[in-house]
């Protein structure tokens, strides 16, 4: 009897294909427009914790429909040490790309980026900190990794097995999400290094980990460093003056860490699994790649430094 029901059951099962997870995720997208952004209109973190609720139950149901186990579509295993090592590294590194990236924005975007990124600061404090850390870094890190790195990666899965092409393709839709073009660019590098971490490890406590320590740690660390009429004081100036050239030099830099810290963080993922390789330098183009990679954005840095430094001064002394 128990091996004809397993028989029947896997018989009722759809096979998962892309175009469950492109549905899935226009469906997402349609209720962004429409009770979502009235929700968080209304609502504010109430609304956006609402949205992640829902995010999550649209994941689930999903899976429910085309009867599939919920293992298979949300893998959960034992976080192992050096695996959670490498998801920390690669926080680390793609926030040393994301400054750079996201201040380069702004020199050239600096209303568009400052009106954004004070919009969410403005939302995130309206509530008590224990309930804005489990709203803004908890719920997302459980409820948006179960939608993407769950269900429409599992979907792309199906038909697509190259990495990097999810990950881009992944990264595509994460920066889709966010709904912003000036969030557009940061979130989709997000959501490919997230990709690549799910597709390594296939457990979603690694991405759910990098997610909550990316939502969680910047405004842990800007809280610290002044209060908000400061921070608020220091942005409406940079708005006003801009970004001076010799500050994208310094940040520009920082990103020295980036070739090696990624590199590092992929061999600590792939370390202890059968069939991936497990060597940490593959060859001497590998590290003369790496050395390149890690010097050219110091010298580059320093070049804008200097330039901004004699050309620029007036507005990089009025800052400091």
């Not at 459980?142 to 393709?169: D, M, P, T």
């Not at 000036?182 to 980990?209: C, D, K, Q, S, V």
Request: proline share 4%; aromatic share 16%.
């Amino acid at each position: 009897m128990e091996k004809n029901w397993s028989s029947d059951e896997n018989k009722n099962r759809k096979k998962l294909k892309p175009w469950h997870g492109a549905v899935l995720f226009g469906i997402v997208m349609l209720s962004f427009y429409t009770i979502i952004a009235w929700a968080q209109m209304k609502w504010g973190m109430y609304g956006l914790a609402l949205t992640e609720l829902y995010l999550l139950f649209l994941s689930i149901f999903a899976v429910k429909m085309l009867k599939i186990p919920l293992k298979e579509i949300f893998p959960l295993k034992r976080p192992k040490w050096k695996k959670t090592l490498g998801v920390l590294l690669m926080w680390v590194s793609s926030y040393a790309l994301m400054i750079p990236v996201t201040m380069f924005m702004a020199y050239f975007f600096p209303k568009q980026m400052f009106a954004v990124s004070e919009g969410l600061n403005e939302v995130i404090y309206s509530v008590p900190l224990i309930l804005s850390v489990f709203i803004s870094s908890v719920m997302p890190a459980v409820c948006e990794e179960a939608l993407h790195r769950g269900f429409i990666l599992k979907s792309f899965q199906s038909k697509w097995k190259n990495k990097w092409f999810l990950s881009v393709l992944m990264g595509i839709i994460f920066g889709l999400f966010h709904g912003s073009i000036w969030r557009f660019l940061p979130t989709a590098i997000l959501g490919g290094i997230l990709t690549y971490i799910m597709l390594e490890t296939e457990n979603m406590f690694y991405p759910a980990l990098f997610h909550f320590t990316n939502n969680f740690l910047p405004s842990f660390l800007l809280s610290l460093s002044g209060n908000s009429l400061q921070t608020k004081a220091a942005s409406e100036l940079l708005v006003q003056q801009g970004i001076p050239v010799a500050f994208l030099g310094i940040y520009l830099a920082m990103a020295w860490v980036v070739p090696f810290g990624f590199y590092t963080a992929g061999y600590l993922l792939r370390k202890g699994e059968q069939g991936k390789k497990q060597q940490y330098i593959k060859s001497n183009g590998v590290l003369i790649s790496l050395v390149v990679l890690t010097v050219l954005p110091i010298i580059l840095g320093m070049m804008i430094f200097l330039y901004g430094l004699f050309f620029d001064a007036n507005a990089f002394f009025s800052i400091m």
